[in-house]
């Protein structure tokens, strides 16, 4: 089992920035982000390979991107969220998640088998 520990959430206005941050206490394949709004089904945002090699591009959804940036450091587990030109829309409860080394998957965001208890982002104007 790995456990996932985020931290960086908090409030910020339309327009602001926020870094979301997520360490893995053992071996993934992939780590990246979910939100959940209020009343809404929860969504991938980003994710890319902590598996080996970096710099790997990650993969973004289309709501994010352009305004997100997912990077990593392999040797900490550690994998940031940088939030740029936050919109009201991106209020929400955000997960870290990933998915084992030996994990199978079909789509961009299924196969995520590890979670963390989530942290809160709100942008208010």
């Known amino acids: 089992q790995v456990h996932l520990v985020e931290s960086g959430g908090g409030s910020v206005q339309v327009g602001g920035s926020l870094r979301l941050s997520c360490t893995a206490s053992?071996?993934?394949?992939?780590m990246g982000w979910f939100r959940q709004a209020p009343g809404k089904a929860r969504e991938g945002v980003a994710h890319?390979?902590?598996?080996?090699?970096?710099?790997?591009?990650?993969f973004y959804a289309d709501s994010v991107e352009g305004r997100f940036t997912l990077s990593q450091d392999n040797l900490k587990r550690t994998v940031y969220l940088q939030m740029n030109s936050l919109y009201s829309e991106d209020t929400g409860m955000y997960y870290c998640?990933?998915?084992?080394?030996?994990?199978?998957?079909?789509?961009?965001?299924?196969?995520?088998?590890?979670w963390g208890q989530g942290t809160q982002v709100t942008v208010g104007s």
């Open positions: 998640a990933a998915r084992p080394p030996d994990g199978s998957w079909s789509g961009p965001f299924d196969g995520f088998t590890y």
């Open positions: 053992g071996d993934t394949s992939y």
């Open positions: 890319i390979w902590t598996g080996g090699v970096v710099g790997m591009r990650p």
